[in-house]
């Protein structure tokens, strides 16, 4: 949501540096020292960097690369390669931080303030205790198997465990190439990861699932990039964002290995034993006694024993989490735009932050990809689908490693769907202040919205302006939402009064009902 976003930002993330200026001859960017808020961090009473818990799960129970150079190739028998940022960085500067996220850390507030900060969160000093590597991967790329991709400029450091025993993995976001970089440079610019860092923690704020940024360093240096792929290609400042999760383990991750040989298929079971373990326990720990036995919507009304299949209960938990996911996106307006399956997290959550976009103009064929405008396959109103296409790639993968059978598949998808409508009619009546799901209602809105290219956040805001009361005069209803029913004519005019009318009669009768 724009607006509201840049309100629920500000008063809890930090942003110690000015715009930057550029030294016209030296053509390097610098910054004022930071000014953090005092008060909050003298209250902070957390670890230092030296003294963060470190582990290694991943690196210490999976295959990884015998290799640990960056030289772009293909990876095999692996699920990741042990490789150091490579960045070059001159005089890196701290330009925002979330204390929220160092809380999830245990870090102390005041490690920001550190004058070494900048030089461990842009790879350029070692951090004590980190372990850093790129994930191997691969994905379909707007609906074809583009084969291994992989973290072509993301390191993981390792992840941190917390006085709470949760498990979170930090990663550097343009630290340098890795096998996976292909003919990339593996670096970021400020421009690309100031809208990582604020809109990932906007999102989280908004209750939306979502990876974390817990600091934005630039590195000093610049980096050429052709921002609207013109044929034109500038020099920008370079940037790491340090992002945070509690996995970084996406579709594509298991998609890579029933890709290959047989000899990799079974890294889909060693993989999926892994994510079930740490971050699914609950699975891990199920039971027969637990009962999850369900009828599919098959015409033989055949019966899943989730119980008797930990990697069935496993692919029908995150189905349904990618649905959820997907329902809180369209009920703020947020589109992707690069929903391919090496974007999918496995945990639910909003994922690499690239070509995204609110809707301004309610246009469901919206799309912020500008390779993404000749077929609109990511586009707004397509999300919820290519959610269902990516999961179906997902349990295609499992069943390749014998892992589910076609039903337990076939469910996972069924639940999907399910839980896509059952939270998008949550999440559209509580929007509205409806008492209950109004199906007419909700579609009738949205059509008169697309016909006037409606301001999809901003109509919501001045809808809260209209009064619960029928006495209205007709001549009146719109005053209300005079600011963003721009340029309508009489025949619109007329259309937004109907709909109205039925909406404040709706909210009326509840508010009559509960006094």
Not at 91 to 102: D, I
Not at 222 to 242: H, Q, S, W
Not at 271 to 277: G, P, Q, V, W
Not at 372 to 401: K, S
Request: hydrophobic letters at 40%; aromatic letters at 10%; proline letters at 5%.
């Amino acid at each position: 949501m724009r607006y509201e976003m840049g309100v629920s930002i500000l008063t809890r993330f930090h942003f110690p540096l000015p715009l930057p200026r550029a030294t016209a001859r030296k053509r390097i960017f610098h910054f004022c020292p930071p000014i953090a808020c005092r008060s909050s961090m003298d209250q902070s009473s957390g670890l230092n960097l030296e003294d963060l818990k470190w582990d290694h799960s991943f690196v210490r129970e999976l295959p990884g690369d015998p290799r640990r150079d960056s030289f772009p190739r293909e990876v095999l028998h692996a699920c990741y390669t042990q490789v150091s940022p490579s960045v070059q960085v001159h005089n890196p500067q701290l330009v925002a931080f979330s204390q929220p996220v160092a809380d999830l850390l245990d870090l102390d507030h005041k490690e920001f303030l550190r004058p070494d900060f900048p030089l461990f969160f842009s790879g350029a000093t070692p951090l004590v205790g980190a372990l850093p590597y790129a994930q191997c991967y691969g994905g379909h790329q707007f609906g074809m198997w583009a084969g291994q991709l992989g973290d072509g400029r993301a390191m993981t450091l390792g992840e941190i465990l917390n006085s709470n025993s949760e498990r979170w993995e930090l990663q550097l976001k343009g630290a340098g190439k890795t096998p996976y970089s292909r003919f990339a440079d593996g670096l970021a610019v400020l421009r690309s990861s100031v809208r990582e860092f604020l809109c990932s923690e906007a999102m989280h704020h908004l209750g939306i699932p979502t990876t974390r940024a817990l600091s934005l360093v630039t590195t000093g240096n610049l980096v050429t990039r052709d921002m609207f792929y013109d044929g034109n290609p500038k020099e920008e400042p370079g940037a790491i964002v340090c992002r945070v999760a509690q996995s970084f383990l996406r579709f594509g991750s298991y998609q890579i290995h029933a890709s290959r040989s047989d000899e990799d298929l079974g890294l889909v079971r060693v993989l999926a034993d892994y994510a079930i373990r740490h971050h699914f326990p609950h699975i891990q720990n199920m039971s027969k006694s637990d009962s999850l036995s369900f009828c599919t919507g098959d015409e033989d009304h055949s019966v899943v024993d989730l119980t008797s299949n930990k990697y069935a209960a496993w692919v029908v938990e995150i189905a349904e989490r990618t649905a959820s996911l997907i329902a809180r996106w369209q009920g703020v307006g947020f589109t992707h735009g690069v929903l391919n399956t090496d974007n999918m997290s496995i945990l639910g959550l909003t994922i690499d932050y690239g070509p995204f976009g609110f809707l301004d103009a309610f246009d469901p064929k919206f799309t912020p990809n500008t390779t993404d405008l000749p077929g609109r396959r990511y586009c707004f109103a397509n999300q919820p689908d290519i959610g269902l296409w990516n999961i179906a790639q997902f349990t295609t993968t499992l069943q390749a490693a014998h892992l589910i059978n076609e039903k337990e598949a076939n469910y996972a998808m069924e639940r999907y769907g399910t839980r896509f409508m059952d939270d998008y009619q949550v999440t559209m009546t509580k929007k509205l202040g409806l008492p209950k799901y109004n199906k007419q209602m909700i579609n009738k809105l949205l059509s008169n919205m697309a016909v006037d290219k409606v301001d999809y956040t901003n109509f919501f805001r001045t809808l809260s302006n209209v009064k619960a009361d029928i006495n209205i005069p007709d001549d009146e209803l719109l005053v209300p939402l005079k600011s963003v029913l721009l340029d309508i004519g009489k025949e619109r005019k007329e259309a937004w009064t109907s709909w109205l009318k039925a909406y404040i009669h709706e909210i009326s009768e509840d508010k009559q009902a509960s006094t």
